[in-house]
C-alpha cells in the first residue's frame, strides 16, 4: 500500500494569515493526489482533486502544488471558518489511502 | 444534487455482522464514470477505504478488510451496501458512503456518516 505522511499534524494559526501543509507519498503518485476538510461531526469535504484542480464551488484561497512525492496544500487569508482538519488521499493506485490529517487551530 | 445517506443499526454485538446501506439521490448509481464506496474513521483518527462497486457492479475490496467485506447493489432502489463479518471493537467507527470519479478517485459527496458501536 501507499503510505502518506502528513505533516504537521497540528499547527496554530491566526485568522488572516497563511498556512501550508505537506503530504508526502512512499512512492511516487505523480499528481494523483486529493485533499479534503472535515470539520467536527462532519463528513470530509473535497477541496483539491489532481493535486491542483479546484473542486467547484471551493475559495480560490486554498491551492495545492507537487507531483511525485510530495505535495503542499497552502490557505492564504485563513477564514474563521477554515479552522479544520485536513486530508491527503492518493488517487494513483488501489487500495486509495488517506494521510493521518492536520489539524489548523486557531 | 447528488446525496447520499446511510442507514443501519448504530449498535452491532461483537462477531456479528454489521451490515450499512447507502440511498443515492440525485444520481444513479449505473451511470457510468462513477463508482460507490464506504470508507471509515475510527474515534479521532484518519479514513480507511473499504473499495468500491463500479457503476458496472464490479466489485474491488480492500485487502486489508478483504476477508470479511462484501459490497452488492440495488440498482431499482438506488442503493448500496455494506456487510462487514466478525466485527469486534476495533470496528467501532464512523461510517460513510461516498461517491467517487473514476479517473480522478477524488470522493465527493460523501453522506453524513453513522456511528456504528460494537459492544455486547
Known amino acids: 500500500d501507499i503510505q502518506m505522511t502528513q505533516s504537521p499534524s497540528s499547527l496554530s494559526a491566526s485568522v488572516g494569515g497563511r498556512v501550508t501543509i505537506t503530504c508526502r507519498a512512499s512512492q511516487s503518485i505523480s499528481t494523483y493526489l486529493n485533499w479534503y476538510q472535515q470539520k467536527p461531526g462532519k463528513a470530509p469535504n473535497l477541496l483539491i482533486y489532481?493535486?491542483?484542480s479546484l473542486q467547484s464551488g471551493v475559495p480560490s484561497r486554498f491551492s495545492g502544488s507537487g507531483s511525485g512525492t510530495d505535495f503542499t496544500l497552502t490557505i492564504t487569508s485563513l477564514h474563521p471558518e477554515d479552522f479544520a482538519t485536513y486530508y491527503c488521499?492518493?488517487?494513483?493506485?488501489?487500495?486509495?489511502?488517506f494521510g493521518g490529517g492536520t489539524k489548523v487551530e486557531i | 444534487q447528488v446525496q447520499l445517506q446511510e442507514s443501519g443499526p448504530g449498535l452491532v454485538k461483537p462477531s456479528q455482522t454489521l451490515s450499512l446501506t447507502c440511498s443515492v439521490s440525485?444520481?444513479?448509481?449505473?451511470?457510468?464514470?462513477?463508482?460507490w464506496s464506504w470508507i471509515r474513521q475510527h474515534p479521532g483518527k484518519g479514513l480507511e477505504w473499504f473499495g468500491y462497486?463500479?457503476?458496472?457492479?464490479?466489485?474491488y475490496y480492500n485487502p486489508s478488510l478483504k476477508s470479511r467485506v462484501t459490497m452488492s447493489r440495488d440498482t431499482s432502489a438506488n442503493r448500496f451496501s455494506l456487510k462487514l463479518t466478525s466485527v469486534t471493537a476495533a470496528d467501532t467507527a464512523v461510517y460513510y458512503c461516498a461517491r467517487g470519479e473514476a479517473g480522478t478517485n477524488k470522493f465527493d459527496p460523501w453522506g453524513q456518516g453513522i456511528l456504528v458501536t460494537v459492544s455486547s
Open positions: 489532481a493535486a491542483s
Open positions: 440525485g444520481a444513479s448509481i449505473s451511470s457510468g464514470g462513477y463508482f
Open positions: 488521499q492518493q488517487s494513483y493506485t488501489t487500495p486509495l489511502t
Open positions: 462497486i463500479y457503476h458496472s457492479g464490479s466489485t
